[in-house]
């Protein structure tokens, strides 16, 4: 059992970073890939980023390339998202999640394990 805890939310000004971070529970982390995915009000969960087991492959949505990047500590249990640049339409609750495999993915459906999700706002 893999549990997951989101940290590092809040409310920011247009422009400014902020960096999420993902705890991790239990000693098979470090065998998943892992992503972040958003839900804003009224809308569908989306993939934002996600990271290979080892951190050496990772995958961005087209709206955040560029602005964010997704990276791990397995000595940790963490997986981080360091979101720079961050606009108005960033702003939704964020969820960190875990998949039982070692390749980067995006597929909703593929990730077992999710975290409660942290809030981020951005106000412009």
């Known amino acids: 059992q893999v549990q997951l805890v989101e940290s590092g939310g809040g409310l920011v000004q247009a422009g400014d970073p902020l960096r999420l971070s993902c705890a991790a529970s239990?000693?098979?982390?470090?065998?998943?890939?892992m992503g972040w995915f958003r839900q804003a009000p009224g809308k569908e969960r989306e993939f934002v980023a996600a990271?290979?087991?080892?951190?050496?492959?990772?995958d961005y949505a087209d709206s955040v390339k560029g602005r964010f990047t997704i990276y791990r500590d397995n000595a940790k249990n963490t997986v981080y998202l360091q979101m720079n640049g961050l606009k108005p339409e960033d702003t939704a609750v964020y969820y960190c999640?875990?998949?039982?495999?070692?390749?980067?993915?995006?597929?909703?459906?593929?990730?077992?394990?999710w975290g409660q999700g942290t809030q981020v706002t951005v106000s412009s």
């Open positions: 999640a875990g998949a039982p495999q070692s390749d980067v993915i995006r597929t909703t459906s593929n990730f077992r394990y």
């Open positions: 239990g000693r098979t982390f470090r065998r998943f890939a």
């Open positions: 990271i290979s087991w080892n951190g050496g492959s990772t």
